[in-house]
């Protein structure tokens, strides 16, 4: 078994964790998408009247309510791309990286926003229709800490089908994630962007899904605290929780998933934010080798980026 995609995909999450210990301003953006996201889940489940719309207004809603969704993601993560970029001439700015986020990268990200957002809408009606709709008890229906939790937390009956298409929408995710820094950093439109994303993708699929795996496992550690709360602290199947869990410690435990769910979003763009850059580095060292004459290396040749040490040798390629 070969084990050196496993170990370059490990470099990409402790370089990641790195990075969030010097800098963990750069959560922000994801942190405050989360609290665009939670209000909106949990008023579209308990306070919007659905029963108004007809199917057809119904599905183009939840297309809207999803493509904001996106929009929001894709943008706070070219913000986070942004003040990367910006390590190369000293701190980084959320400010600053806010404003040039605007002026350049705004038409670009709604276009792959729009594409992100369509895939991921098209996914979430399949999913309806193969799992069938849900009959919920009155419990779940009423609007209290302990339900807001779980709604936000995604957090329900296991199924085989629910897990495929969880694992389908990290995937897509990820792959977005290996398309935002063409747009932030080299300035490409769109397409062009999502070319050279996948381009990277198919040279380094390997390392992408050990990334994808530990990615995956760092999540469900991250959520293994309200995954017992929710287990253990609720009733299943009729049948009584183990213990009573007081309102303010499910207000704590909403707070822990913002943080969680935030942290893990920046773990996903940062690995693919990384192998683009590894990408790029090794595309660098390929070109001397042949216009030298010298043997051309292969990936597994070249050492990770580290984004706390020489910076400005990394985005030597990106326009500015």
């Given at each position: 078994?070969?084990?050196?995609?496993?170990?370059?995909?490990?470099?990409?999450?402790?370089?990641?964790?790195?990075?969030?210990?010097?800098?963990?301003?750069?959560?922000?953006?994801?942190?405050?998408?989360?609290?665009?996201?939670?209000?909106?889940?949990?008023?579209?489940?308990?306070?919007?009247?659905?029963?108004?719309?007809?199917?057809?207004?119904?599905?183009?809603?939840?297309?809207?309510?999803?493509?904001?969704?996106?929009?929001?993601?894709?943008?706070?993560?070219?913000?986070?791309?942004?003040?990367?970029k910006q390590m190369e001439d000293g701190e980084p700015s959320l400010r600053a990286a806010l404003s040039r986020t605007f002026s350049k990268d705004l038409t670009s990200l709604l276009a792959l926003a729009f594409a992100w957002g369509a895939i991921w809408f098209a996914l979430t009606v399949i999913e309806a229709l193969v799992s069938g709709r849900r009959?919920?008890?009155?419990?779940?229906?009423?609007?209290?800490?302990?339900?807001?939790?779980?709604?936000?937390?995604?957090?329900?009956?296991?199924?085989?089908?629910?897990?495929?298409?969880?694992?389908?929408?990290?995937?897509?995710?990820?792959?977005?994630?290996?398309?935002?820094?063409?747009?932030?950093?080299?300035?490409?439109?769109?397409?062009?962007?999502?070319?050279?994303?996948?381009?990277?993708?198919?040279?380094?699929?390997?390392?992408?899904?050990?990334?994808?795996?530990?990615?995956?496992?760092?999540?469900?550690?991250?959520?293994?605290?309200?995954?017992?709360?929710?287990?253990?602290?609720?009733?299943?199947?009729?049948?009584?929780?183990?213990?009573?869990?007081?309102?303010?410690?499910?207000?704590?435990?909403?707070?822990?998933?913002?943080?969680?769910?935030?942290?893990?979003?920046?773990?996903?763009?940062?690995?693919?934010?990384?192998?683009?850059?590894?990408?790029?580095?090794?595309?660098?060292?390929?070109?001397?080798?042949?216009?030298?004459?010298?043997?051309?290396?292969?990936?597994?040749?070249?050492?990770?980026?580290?984004?706390?040490?020489?910076?400005?040798?990394?985005?030597?390629?990106?326009?500015?």
């Open positions: 078994m070969d084990t050196s995609n496993w170990n370059r995909g490990w470099q990409l999450i402790t370089h990641s964790l790195a990075v969030f210990q010097k800098y963990p301003l750069f959560i922000v953006p994801i942190l405050m998408v989360w609290c665009i996201y939670a209000p909106t889940v949990l008023f579209l489940k308990y306070g919007f009247p659905w029963q108004h719309f007809d199917t057809a207004q119904t599905m183009a809603i939840l297309f809207v309510v999803i493509f904001i969704l996106s929009f929001a993601i894709v943008l706070s993560c070219d913000i986070l791309l942004e003040m990367i009959k919920d008890d009155d419990n779940d229906q009423e609007f209290n800490a302990r339900n807001a939790a779980e709604t936000i937390a995604n957090f329900g009956q296991f199924s085989l089908s629910r897990a495929f298409f969880e694992a389908l929408q990290k995937g897509i995710r990820m792959v977005v994630f290996l398309i935002l820094p063409a747009i932030a950093w080299e300035n490409m439109n769109f397409i062009d962007a999502t070319k050279k994303g996948l381009a990277v993708l198919r040279a380094h699929l390997a390392v992408f899904a050990s990334g994808y795996a530990l990615t995956y496992a760092a999540a469900a550690i991250a959520f293994l605290p309200p995954a017992l709360l929710f287990t253990f602290g609720t009733s299943h199947h009729g049948q009584p929780p183990l213990f009573q869990v007081p309102d303010f410690l499910w207000a704590c435990c909403i707070v822990y998933i913002g943080l969680a769910w935030s942290f893990c979003l920046y773990l996903e763009q940062m690995s693919m934010a990384e192998l683009y850059l590894w990408h790029q580095k090794w595309e660098r060292a390929f070109e001397v080798a042949r216009l030298s004459t010298r043997p051309l290396p292969a990936f597994k040749d070249i050492e990770p980026p580290v984004l706390l040490v020489n910076v400005s040798n990394l985005f030597s390629q990106a326009s500015r």
